[in-house]
């Protein structure tokens, strides 16, 4: 873990795929600098196959849902600006 990450007091961290081994986690800084770390929800590939149709046939309207696109080559600054975002509404 980068050392400035762990100077950010109540800092949220998530994780988006599962590690393919345990990981080791400095809990007396974790404790001390209030960071959390919170797991995201892994759809089944049937219900990400769903989705999909249903938004391909334009059964669902995901249009509002989108603010901002970038191409793949760019995801660092995606993550980034959804951190900066969450920052700005503590």
């Given at each position: 873990?980068?050392?400035?990450?762990?100077?950010?007091?109540?800092?949220?961290?998530?994780?988006?795929?599962?590690?393919?081994?345990?990981?080791?986690?400095?809990?007396?800084?974790?404790?001390?600098?209030?960071?959390?770390?919170?797991?995201?929800?892994?759809?089944?590939?049937?219900?990400?196959?769903?989705?999909?149709?249903?938004?391909?046939?334009?059964?669902i309207n995901v249009s509002d849902l989108i603010l901002h696109?970038?191409?793949?080559?760019?995801?660092?600054?995606?993550?980034?600006?959804?951190?900066?975002?969450?920052?700005?509404?503590?």
């Open positions: 873990m980068e050392k400035d990450l762990l100077q950010q007091q109540r800092y949220k961290n998530p994780i988006f795929a599962i590690p393919d081994k345990n990981i080791e986690i400095p809990t007396v800084d974790f404790w001390r600098n209030e960071i959390t770390i919170t797991s995201s929800y892994g759809a089944a590939p049937d219900y990400l196959e769903e989705s999909l149709e249903l938004i391909k046939n334009k059964k696109k970038f191409p793949l080559t760019e995801i660092v600054k995606g993550f980034e600006m959804v951190t900066f975002v969450r920052l700005l509404r503590r």
